[in-house]
């Protein structure tokens, strides 16, 4: 099994920034959707951003204009830059992919990584 390993997650205060890294070892990397996901205590997992293949990418409503996701093929690597941070973006951060197109729910990826957690204080 494919385990993804994401990294990033600290404590931050609220309005600063922070990048989320997450590696995809192997495989056919530039074919699969890549998305993140976070969980908060309490809640289910939410879908946050994913990017496909050909680098399209979709947000929830939430934190658009305020996160990006891009990847780097050559380097096996997604990322998650997230700025103007808020409390309710706290959270377990996870990395996930698929192949083919780009979902926004969790059952629809096939691999995951263990989780980065996110932090912003008031």
């Known amino acids: 099994q494919v385990q993804l390993g994401e990294s990033g997650g600290r404590l931050v205060q609220a309005g600063g920034s922070l990048r989320l890294s997450c590696v995809f070892p192997?495989?056919?990397?530039?074919?699969?959707?890549l998305a993140w996901f976070r969980q908060a205590p309490g809640k289910e997992r939410e879908f946050v951003a994913t990017?496909?293949?050909?680098?399209?990418?979709f947000f929830r409503d939430s934190v658009k204009g305020r996160f990006t996701i891009s990847r780097d093929n050559a380097k096996n690597t997604m990322y998650l830059q997230m700025n103007s941070l808020k409390p309710e973006d706290t959270a377990v951060y996870y990395c996930?992919?698929?192949?083919?197109?780009?979902?926004?729910?969790?059952?629809?990826?096939?691999?995951w990584g263990q989780g980065t957690q996110v932090t912003v204080s008031s």
């Open positions: 996930s992919a698929k192949y083919g197109s780009s979902r926004f729910r969790p059952l629809e990826y096939d691999y």
């Open positions: 192997g495989r056919s990397f530039s074919t699969y959707a």
């Open positions: 990017i496909n293949s050909s680098g399209s990418t």
